[in-house]
């Protein structure tokens, strides 16, 4: 927790894209909590986070399937 802590208040803190690095995106949901995404970036063999956000689900949404919800979460 704490090393993780670390590295999301270190500057700095979200990488600049680049076309060229491997890329990886991560979602999650959960009807309850919402729907996020991480957009992360290997950089010299660290990833490095490049954008993230997310969002309460609408009451339509708390209805979703969960794999619904996650393709959701990548609009």
Not at 28 to 55: C, F, I, P, T
Request: proline letters at 4%; aromatic letters at 8%; one cysteine or more.
């Amino acid at each position: 927790f704490v090393a993780v802590k670390a590295a999301l208040t270190a500057p700095p803190i979200l990488a600049h894209f680049n076309p060229e690095l491997d890329t990886a995106l991560q979602v999650d949901a959960s009807r309850k909590n919402g729907m996020g995404y991480a957009l992360l970036q290997r950089h010299n063999e660290v990833w490095k986070l490049v954008d993230a956000n997310s969002r309460w689900c609408t009451d339509t949404e708390t209805r979703y399937a969960i794999v619904e919800l996650e393709l959701a979460a990548v609009e």
